[in-house]
């Protein structure tokens, strides 16, 4: 199986405060909205259609996307992350598919049936990326939209990622990432190009450290965000 068992342990272990807005998960809470206006323009809204998160954790995103009207299903491996995401939507009134499978398993269960995939924050977490982007393609159908977001490796996203965010502002436990994991914007170009998915835009997301915001940019040298798109037959 694609997993690291020590990040599903790691995530599993800080299971009970994915909802809370000060804990370990301010950022994911404080970058949601960017990231779900990135997702909705991108693929022209989401009402209606049918959506997978990957690596859904606690279902930050998942339950933002199910508020816009879409029909989603969250997959992880890490079983506390789900069952905190399972209880936060049943107190939200949301229905949101949670399930604990790898995406590439789901993939063989469920090819072309999404409209929309993400995966956000989670390639940097597992052995194989390539695999996942691969997965993600055969789940989409022809013309569907996925999103990425990652971390880039060089030195700044070092500087910020790990020994400012993680050592010096503390806004995430340490060790949540490994820099060795970080994937270059040209090395998720390769991927999804492999994968037979057609880029549509890539851009940076800057967070401001001291402001708690942020906001969408060209430079993708230390957070960036993908959208790509899935050939149709005509194409």
Known sequence: MN???AEVNKFDALADQW????GPFRTLHE??????????????????????????????LAEA???????VTGIDLAEDGLNAARAHADTSHLRIDYRRI????????KPGHYDVVTCMEMLEHVPDPAAVVNACARLLRPGGDAFFATLNRN????????????YVM?????????????????????MTRQSHLQTVTIQGMHFD??????RLTDDVSVNYLSHVRKATPDA
């Open 170 to 190: 503390g806004l995430l436990p340490r060790g949540t990432h490994n820099y060795q994991k970080f994937i270059r914007p040209s090395e998720l170009l390769a």
């Open 65 to 71: 996307m199910a508020r816009q009207g879409a029909e």
């Open 102 to 109: 790898a995406v590439e398993d789901w993939a063989a269960e």
């Open 31 to 60: 970058i949601n909205p960017l990231r779900l206006d990135f997702i909705a323009k991108g693929c022209a809204g989401l009402n209606g259609k049918k959506v997978l998160d990957v690596g859904t954790g606690g279902g930050l």
């Open 19 to 22: 909802w809370d807005t000060d």
């Open 155 to 166: 030195p700044k996203s070092y500087l910020l990622a790990i020994i400012g965010a993680e």
């Open 3 to 5: 997993m690291d068992q």
């Open 209 to 214: 450290l001291i402001r708690h915001c942020g």
